[in-house]
């Protein structure tokens, strides 16, 4: 049987003092708690004081919780089930409570992965497909890391669009890549007449601002440590501006 160690102790020295002679009063001042408390403590039953306890509206479903956590059930589906059974509390202290049982029982819960029926077969329906990612998508675009063929293949030919997509990032690079003004020119004018929105709109920001783009084609110097440095006093200025405020 466990016991708590402050009850045990607030046992101990109450009755320690009234055996000593001290008034019930006397004690509740010496031990820091209610004059009621110091009188529950003398003479009372020690197990039914001492004893640690789980006390929730949990209580009424304890051993379908112990049981359910033991077996691998996680605790949102536990939680799910108690509340389809009647439990009205709120899920943080379904948690605390489930919390309490796991350490005071030493059990090893699932306590992230879903493992109800429809979960289940969930995970089962997914696994039945090969997913192309789009982080994965996006990383073959821009950095040049190479799809497994088979997902690049259906992925192109599922939206066409990505071959000029694709076109267009591999020519931009190259620009910069060999510092061909040219090719500058050729790409903008090539992608104005994109009937992706986002490729011509980018085309025409760069003819808008061409000068600067030009320089930094043709020029090895980059504004980057700077751009860098403006960027964190312009954070230190919100931060200050934030907190001025309150």
Not at 143 to 165: G, T
Request: contains cysteine; hydrophobic residues 35%; glycine residues 6%.
């Amino acid at each position: 049987m466990d016991y708590d160690e402050r009850c045990v102790q607030l046992f101990k020295q109450a009755n320690d003092y009234y055996a000593a002679g001290f008034s019930k009063r006397k004690i509740a001042k010496l031990l820091g708690v209610s004059r009621q408390t110091a009188i529950k403590y003398i003479g009372g039953d020690f197990e039914a004081l001492c004893r640690k306890t789980l006390r929730s509206g949990m209580d009424a479903y304890h051993d379908y919780i112990v049981e359910s956590l033991g077996s691998g059930i996680s605790r949102k589906d536990v939680y799910d089930s108690v509340v389809a059974m009647g439990f009205e509390g709120k899920q943080t202290c379904a948690y605390d409570y489930m919390n309490k049982l796991i350490s005071h029982y030493g059990m090893e819960v699932s306590i992230y992965k879903s493992t109800s029926a429809e979960a289940i077969q969930r995970r089962k329906q997914i696994q039945e497909y090969d997913y192309v990612t789009r982080t994965a998508l996006f990383k073959s675009l821009w950095m040049n890391i190479e799809l497994p063929s088979d997902h690049k293949e259906y992925a192109f030919n599922k939206y066409p669009k990505l071959y000029e997509l694709n076109s267009c990032v591999k020519e931009f690079r190259q620009i910069f890549d060999k510092g061909c003004m040219p090719y500058l020119y050729l790409f903008i004018e090539k992608y104005k007449r994109s009937d992706l929105k986002a490729l011509a709109s980018f085309a025409k920001g760069l003819d808008k601002d061409i000068e600067a783009v030009e320089n930094a084609v043709s020029s090895s110097l980059s504004s980057g440590f700077v751009e860098g440095t403006v960027n964190k006093l312009k954070t230190t200025k919100r931060t200050m501006c934030r907190y001025s405020v309150y």
